[in-house]
């Protein structure tokens, strides 16, 4: 029962390029949003959030939308830079503070 | 301020050894969730400890059990391991009641089953 998926295992973008990272739940009860990136050797590191009452939340570079209606989340980053390479995560958030990940996508910034 | 630490940062037992492993929260975090990642797969949520007590578990049988100490710190234990134990343990810390929903993690101990 994989309740957050995140259906592309790989991404490969130019330098300079937007990246977009994607991400789907199927349960609507998730109140909260999370992507993660973690670097090989190292734990997740916290990027960005957003609450299930927003569609847009905006810190810098990235940028992270919510369709609620379509179950779907997405992370923007504009301009993709090589640092960026690295596994991104999805997690959403029950009451509880439970986080249930999707399976990770490995974003590859080529310069 | 202080990160999440974790230790030891890799361990190898052989199936049906026990294991501990320790876990130091952040800095005025009172909560300590543990995950288990395997190869190519998300983090999976074991249990949380908020205030020395289990405050929510995940689908992980009984021999997965977990402390967390006066100083918020906390372990996780494994008893009678086998081989699909062998993962990354991951460690997240957070301050629940803030409305924050952030979880930072550590760096994770590998633990390989043999």
């Known amino acids: 029962d994989q309740q957050v998926k995140q259906n592309s295992p790989s991404l490969s973008v130019q330098e300079g390029r937007i990246s977009i990272l994607n991400c789907d739940y199927t349960?609507?009860?998730?109140?909260?949003f999370l992507w993660y990136k973690k670097y090989p050797a190292e734990g997740p590191t916290f990027l960005i959030s957003?609450?299930?009452?927003?569609d847009k939340n905006e810190d810098g570079r990235f940028t992270v939308f919510l369709n609620k209606s379509a179950k779907h989340l997405s992370l923007h980053i504009v301009p993709s830079q090589p640092g960026d390479s690295a596994v991104y995560f999805c997690?959403?958030?029950?009451?509880?503070?439970?986080?249930?990940f999707g399976q990770g996508t490995e974003l590859s910034v080529k310069p | 301020e202080t990160g999440v630490t974790q230790s030891p940062t890799h361990l190898i037992k052989t199936r049906g050894q026990q294991v501990t492993l320790r876990c130091s929260s952040q800095?005025?975090?009172?909560?300590v969730s543990w995950y288990q990642q395997a190869l190519g797969q998300g983090p999976q949520f074991i249990f949380q400890?908020?205030?020395?007590?289990?405050?929510g578990r995940g689908n992980f049988p009984p021999r997965f059990s977990g402390l967390q100490f006066p100083n918020y710190s906390s372990e996780l234990n494994v008893n009678a391991l086998e081989l699909d134990d062998s993962a990354l343990y991951l460690c997240?810390?957070?301050?629940?009641?803030?409305?924050?929903?952030?979880?930072?993690f550590g760096p994770g101990t590998r633990l390989t089953v043999l």
């Open positions: 349960n609507s009860m998730f109140d909260y």
């Open positions: 957003i609450s299930s009452i927003k």
């Open positions: 400890y908020y205030r020395e007590e289990e405050n």
């Open positions: 997690a959403a958030e029950n009451q509880g503070g439970k986080l249930i």
């Open positions: 800095s005025g975090h009172n909560t």
């Open positions: 997240a810390s957070s301050m629940r009641g803030q409305g924050s929903y952030e979880q930072f």
